[in-house]
Structures are given as C-alpha cells and as structure tokens.
C-alpha cells in the first residue's frame, strides 16, 4: 500500500493519511476522487455514507468498497427491519412489537408494562434508545420520540421491546457475503460516569477480551446469530460485504441481540484491531473480493484496554478548540496506542474539535495490565475540562473466576 487519504480526518490519522475535504455523503465527489488518484481500496467508517448507498454506487462503477449496500446497512438504520429479519431467521432478540400510532403503542407499553425499551426506528446518533424503569418515563420516551419528533423521521416508527436483563458485551465479524469470520470479542461502557451512572454517550471505554464470551458461547454467537445473518442475507438477496457488529446481552449463558451495526464498533474497536496480527488491508481485499475464506486473522494473545477522554460537558454541550499537551510523550511508550476522535489542527497545534477526544488505547499481557498502561499515559495527557472514567475494565478484572 503506498498511500491513504481519509475523509474528514482528524490530527491523529494526519499522521499517516492525507486528509482531504470531500463530504463523506458526496458520492459523486468521492468517486471522481478515487478515479483520479487511482484508489484501489476504500474503507468506510460511519453508518450514514453506508445507509444512504456509498456501497452501491462504488460498486456500480465496479470500485472495491468495504461497507454493506444499502439495503444491508438497514440492519443498523432501521430498528424494525433488523427485529423483523432476527425473526425471520430465528436470531435470538428481545421479544417486541413495531408501531406507526403512538396511541396502540402507548396502550402496549401500559399492557406489558416497566421495565421496557422504547426505541425510534431510525439512526439517531445511539441517542434514540431509553431503557424505562416506570410506564411513565416509556410513555414520556414515545412522546419525545413520535410526537414532539426529537429524532425526526427517524421516531415515524418505534419498535417497544422486552427489557433484557443480563451483561452486555460486542462482538464483531468479517462477512464477505459467503463467510463469516468472527474477530476478538468485547466490551463496551456507555454511560458517562464510573460504576455505570450518568447518561448514554457513544462509549467512554472498551476492552478484548471480554471474558462473559467464553468460548462455548461464542460457538452459540456464530451458530445462533452470525450464521443465520449470512443464510438471511443470501435468501434475501442482501450483499453484505464489510463488518457486522452485534450489541448483545448474555442472559442465563445466551447471548440475545440488542443491535446491530454495519461497521466497526467505537470504542471497541480500538482495543480490538490493536489485537489484529494480520494485515487489516489483506483481510480487506479478501473481504472486497470475496475470498474470505481464504484468509485467517490471527490475533495477538495480549489484552487490550481503551479509555475515551472527553470533553468537559460531553455528552451534553461542551466546547472546542482546547490545546491538547502530552501527545508526543505518549507517542514514546511501548504497546500504547492513542486514537484520536474529535481533534484538529490549529496552526501546530493539536486541540479539541469534539466531545469524545483520544481513545488510549494499550495492550498488557492481561486486562489489568493493559488497563494500568492506559491510565498511566493518560496521566500525562491534558486539555482544558478533560473527564473520563477511571473504572474502564474493572469489571472484567474483578470477575469471580
Ligand atoms: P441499542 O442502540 O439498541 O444497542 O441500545 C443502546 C443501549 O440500550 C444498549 O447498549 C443497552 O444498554 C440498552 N438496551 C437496548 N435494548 C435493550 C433491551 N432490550 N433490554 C435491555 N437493555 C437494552
Ligand atoms: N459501541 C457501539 C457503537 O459503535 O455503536
């Protein structure tokens, strides 16, 4: 490989690719982009390029995309369409109903009664889903969601589930459409503060391995949902070429589905490909040309923690442009890696540009290892308003055995 080029960038991957301004939702832009610089391989990153069609129209024009079509991608960007087809095919998934009135919705939510999961049909930035203790606070969640349209087209539809209880852990594959080939397994933390307190956010922290996926029950993972995902996919007539994530809840040694996305997981994919041993672009290509089963990843034995530093405020309002110190020391430590999120440039200068800043990222050669690597480059990192939990991981430490 002799270049990369990414869209928008951020400071961190400036370091190794060309960050060029080309809206990421700008098909056209982008091909004429990947036509004349010659782009053999295009990597996508977020959701929303995919569920507005990025795969196709690059597959169209035969150029190698790793990402899911379209219809594919509506696994993550429509609730309804990912609980239908876990129906379809018998994947294990919370018991739920789909609704376009707020008054049969309400009446199932006082039917079925609290705790209960409402969530809008649509992509919502992972802020359309509220887990309700009270009937209440579920028909407060289908008000702002349908009625005062908090999520806008996104909450025309909402899908009311079973409240699962149970631990919650990631687990992600590469799909080429023919084969499944399952990655490391993890961890994600998503609410803001320290013993899961405080709101949802996009995630604080990860780890891999998760320890609740025991071998035994990934072999349940690939049989019971990755599996019959692809068998969906080929009856269906889906192309899915790129990453499936799926968000579970193992529930009495089961693992159910909460969601699906058709990327890598953020924050667990930090700690998760800083565990990949094989060239990530091989397994692309393999991807891409469908020859998947060709390839087998290997994995680094090590563990692998990731700690999210945010901005002051986050996930609420929070401010930019706060100079980042301490990058460079870091950058000198062994088996520590920081990501960068929401940063940029200014001038030399590396400041905050987002609410999820760095993810530090270090392998160990067990969890509690790596966790004590990350949080001691952490100590030499600053910004003005910096927050971050200082439990990411523990929970896997101080699991009995
Ligand atoms: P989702 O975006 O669907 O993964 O939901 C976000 C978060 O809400 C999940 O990570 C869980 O913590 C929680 N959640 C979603 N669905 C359920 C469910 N059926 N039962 C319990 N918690 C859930
Ligand atoms: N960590 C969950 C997600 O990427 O949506």
């Known amino acids: 490989m002799d270049k990369i080029y990414c869209t928008p960038g951020n400071a961190g991957i400036a370091e190794i690719a060309e960050c060029i301004d080309v809206s990421p939702n700008d098909f056209d832009a982008l091909l004429d982009f990947v036509k004349y610089e010659w782009i053999d391989l295009t990597v996508v990153g977020p959701e929303d390029p995919l569920s507005k069609g990025i795969a196709d129209a690059f597959e169209k024009q035969g150029r190698r995309i790793l990402g899911p079509t379209s219809k594919a991608a509506m696994l993550e960007s429509s609730k309804s369409f990912a609980k239908d087809f876990m129906k379809r095919y018998g994947i294990p998934t919370a018991e739920y109903r789909v609704f376009t009135s707020y008054i049969q919705a309400e009446d199932y939510i006082r039917l079925k009664g609290a705790p209960i999961v409402v969530k809008a049909d649509g992509l919502a930035a992972g802020k359309g889903v509220i887990v309700a203790q009270t009937v209440d606070e579920a028909i407060d969640a289908l008000r702002l969601i349908m009625k005062e349209k908090a999520f806008g087209e996104a909450g025309e539809k909402v899908v009311v589930e079973e409240c699962l209880q149970g631990e919650e852990a990631s687990f992600m594959v590469f799909i080429d459409g023919k084969t499944v080939v399952p990655m490391v397994s993890s961890q994600d933390h998503k609410r803001v503060f320290d013993n899961d307190q405080g709101p949802n956010t996009g995630g604080m922290g990860a780890y891999s391995p998760a320890p609740v996926i025991t071998e ?63 060239d990530f672009v091989d397994i692309a290509f393999a991807i891409t040309d469908e020859k998947l089963h060709t390839i087998k990843p290997q994995w680094k034995p090590e563990a692998s923690v990731c700690v999210v530093l945010a901005s002051e405020g986050y996930p609420g309002k929070y401010e930019k442009g706060k ?68 439990d990411i991981a523990d929970k896997a430490i101080n699991r009995p055995a």
């Open 323 to 390: 100079p980042i110190s301490g990058l460079k020391e870091v950058e000198e430590m062994k088996d520590v890696v920081v990501f960068h999120a929401g940063t940029a440039y200014n001038g030399d200068e590396t400041v905050t540009s987002g609410g999820r800043v760095l993810g530090v990222t270090a392998l160990g050669k067990d969890i509690k290892e790596a966790k004590e690597r990350a949080y001691s480059a952490i100590e030499k990192i600053h910004f003005d308003g910096m927050h971050y939990r200082k």
């Open 216 to 278: 035994k029950l990934q072999t349940l993972i690939m049989e019971k949902i990755m599996n019959r995902a692809l068998k969906g996919f080929k009856s269906e007539g889906i192309k899915y070429k790129g990453i499936l994530y799926a968000g579970l809840m193992i529930k009495d040694g089961q693992p159910y589905v909460l969601e699906f996305n058709c990327r890598l997981g953020d924050p667990e994919t930090q700690p998760v490909l800083s565990r990949l041993d094989t």
